[in-house]
C-alpha cells in the first residue's frame, strides 16, 4: 500500500509537478542525444577507422531512428499504457549508450546510435501523458516546458560535448548519456502515474511498412547531397519509399485497428496543423545550420565570425536559456490568447527575428540577439501545437496523433537542414583554396526561413478561421 500511496494521483498537486519535472528531464536528455556526435564528426573518420561517407551515417542513423520510431512509440503508448513506453524508451537510451561507448569499430557506434534515437519517441509520449491530466493550467505549462526541452537539450548539448571531448576520451559522451538515462529511468518510475491502454491489436505491418517507408525518403533527403540528387541510390530510395507509403496508406485504411489512423489526420484543421508544424521545423534548422556556420567560418572570409566550435556553440546557449525560462509565460499566452492565435505569434516572432539577421549580421552579438528571439518565438508555437492537435482527436488517440505531428517537426527540421545546405554549397566561393559559404548564400537562407515561419502562421491560422 506505501508503494502505491507514494506514486502521484492526477489530483495531487506536487505530483504532477514531479511529473513535469521528470518528463521535462527526459525530453531535454533525448534532445541532448541528438547533438551529442556533432563536436566530433569531423574527427569520427580517425577514431572509428572508417571512411567520412560511412560515419557520416553516425548522425544520419539517429535522426532516422527517432523520426521512424516516434509516431509507432506514440501509438504504442495509446495501446500499452504511456508510462511503460516512455520506461521502455528511455532503456532503448541507455542500452544505445552502452553499446556505443564498448564499440571500438563503426558497427557498433552506428547500432548503439540508432537505439539513441529510437528514445526520442519520449517527447511525443510525455506531451501525451501531460494531456491526459485534469488541470488544464498544468497540462498546458507542463507541455510548454517539454517543447521547451527539445530546444534546450540540444542547444546546450553542444557545447557540453566539445568540453567533454576536450578533458577526456571521446566515449566519454556515451557514458554521461548512459548515467543521464539511468537517472531518467528512475525520475520516471517515480513520478508517472500508471496509464491504462487501449489493448487493441498491434498492427506489425503497418509499423514496418511506416518504418520503410519514412526510412527511404528520409534517407533520401540526408544522403541526396552527397550521393547526388539524381544518382541512383538517391532515387531508389526515395521513390521506393514513396511506394512503401503509398501501399501503407491503401492498407491502412482497410483495417480497423491501423497503426496511423489516416481518417482522423485527413480532418481539415488538424492535416493544416501538421502542414504548419512542416513548415515551422523547416524554419528553426536553418537556423541551426546557418548561424552556426556563420559563428565558426574564419574571421577574414565575407561572412565568418571565427569562432571555435565550442565558442560558437557557447553563443547559442542564450538562446536555449530562454526557451526553458519563457516556457510558463508560453503557456499563459496559450490560455489568454489560445492555441492558434499563440502559435501564429510564434512564428511572427520567428519571422522578425530573419528579418533582423537579413539586415544586421556582421557582430557576434547580432546572431546572439537574432537566435534569442528566434527562440522565444519558437517556444511559444512549439508549446502550443500540441494542444491544437489534441483538440481535434478523442483522448485515446493523443499519442498516435503527437507522434504523427513530431513527425511532420522532424520532416521540417530534416528539409531545412538539407536545404539550408544545398544553398550554401551552390553559393559558395573559393578562399584560400577552400570553398567558403557566401554572405549572399546565408541571405538567401535567412530569407527561406522567414518564409517558412510565415507560411506556418498562414496554415495554422487557416486552421483556426475552418472551425
Request: with cysteine; net charge positive; glycine share 12%.
Amino acid at each position: 500500500m506505501a508503494k502505491n500511496r507514494s506514486r502521484p494521483t492526477p489530483t495531487d498537486p506536487s505530483g504532477t509537478w514531479r511529473l513535469i519535472a521528470a518528463l521535462a528531464f527526459a525530453s531535454t536528455g533525448a534532445a541532448f542525444m541528438q547533438t551529442l556526435v556533432v563536436p566530433i564528426q569531423n574527427s569520427l573518420p580517425e577514431l572509428l577507422g572508417a571512411p567520412r561517407s560511412a560515419t557520416a551515417w553516425v548522425l544520419t542513423i539517429s535522426l532516422v531512428a527517432a523520426a521512424v520510431t516516434t509516431p509507432i512509440s506514440g501509438r504504442l503508448g495509446d495501446l500499452f499504457g504511456k508510462r511503460r513506453v516512455a520506461l521502455a524508451l528511455i532503456g532503448l537510451l541507455v542500452l544505445g549508450s552502452v553499446i556505443a561507448a564498448l564499440s571500438s569499430g563503426l558497427v557498433g557506434v552506428l547500432v548503439g546510435r540508432a537505439l539513441q534515437g529510437a528514445s526520442m519517441g519520449i517527447i511525443a509520449v510525455s506531451i501525451s501523458i501531460l494531456g491526459d491530466q485534469p488541470d488544464p493550467r498544468k497540462n498546458v505549462t507542463g507541455i510548454a516546458i517539454v517543447s521547451a526541452s527539445l530546444g534546450f537539450g540540444g542547444a546546450l548539448g553542444l557545447p557540453l560535448s566539445a568540453w567533454i571531448v576536450q578533458i577526456g576520451d571521446w566515449k566519454l559522451l556515451f557514458w554521461a548519456t548512459a548515467a543521464l538515462g539511468v537517472v531518467t529511468l528512475l525520475a520516471l518510475r517515480a513520478a508517472v502515474p500508471a496509464s491504462p491502454g487501449t489493448r487493441q491489436r498491434v498492427d506489425v505491418l503497418g509499423a514496418v511498412g511506416l518504418a520503410a517507408g519514412l526510412s527511404g525518403i528520409l534517407v533520401a533527403i540526408s544522403q541526396g547531397p552527397v550521393w547526388g540528387w539524381i544518382s541512383a541510390p538517391t532515387l531508389g530510395f526515395g521513390l521506393g519509399g514513396i511506394g512503401v507509403l503509398f501501399a501503407w496508406g491503401v492498407y491502412e485504411l482497410r483495417i480497423g485497428a491501423p497503426m496511423v489512423d489516416l481518417r482522423l489526420l485527413a480532418h481539415r484543421r488538424l492535416l493544416l496543423v501538421n502542414a504548419g508544424t512542416i513548415a515551422l521545423g523547416f524554419s528553426f534548422f536553418i537556423s541551426q545550420v546557418a548561424y552556426m556556420q556563420m559563428l565558426q567560418l574564419p574571421a577574414d572570409t565575407e561572412a565568418g565570425l571565427g569562432l571555435s566550435t565550442f565558442g560558437g556553440s557557447l553563443a547559442l546557449v542564450p538562446s536555449a536559456l530562454t526557451m526553458m525560462a519563457l516556457a510558463p509565460v508560453s503557456a499563459r499566452l496559450i490560455t489568454v490568447l489560445g492555441g492558434h492565435l499563440a502559435t501564429c505569434l510564434g512564428s511572427v516572432v520567428i519571422a522578425l527575428s530573419y528579418a533582423y539577421t537579413l539586415l544586421w549580421h556582421d557582430a557576434v552579438w547580432h546572431i546572439v540577439l537574432s537566435s534569442t528571439v528566434l527562440c522565444a518565438g519558437l517556444a511559444l508555437s512549439y508549446a502550443a501545437i500540441p494542444t491544437l492537435v489534441m483538440d481535434e482527436v478523442p483522448r485515446e488517440a493523443t499519442g498516435s496523433a503527437n507522434g504523427v505531428n513530431a513527425l511532420m517537426r522532424s520532416v521540417g527540421t530534416s528539409s531545412g537542414a538539407t536545404v539550408s545546405g544545398m544553398v550554401l554549397a551552390a553559393t559558395s566561393r573559393e578562399v584560400a583554396g577552400s570553398q567558403v559559404p557566401s554572405l549572399d548564400g546565408f541571405r538567401v537562407s535567412f530569407a527561406l526561413g522567414l518564409a517558412g515561419a510565415l507560411v506556418c502562421a498562414v496554415l495554422v491560422w487557416a486552421a483556426r478561421r475552418s472551425r
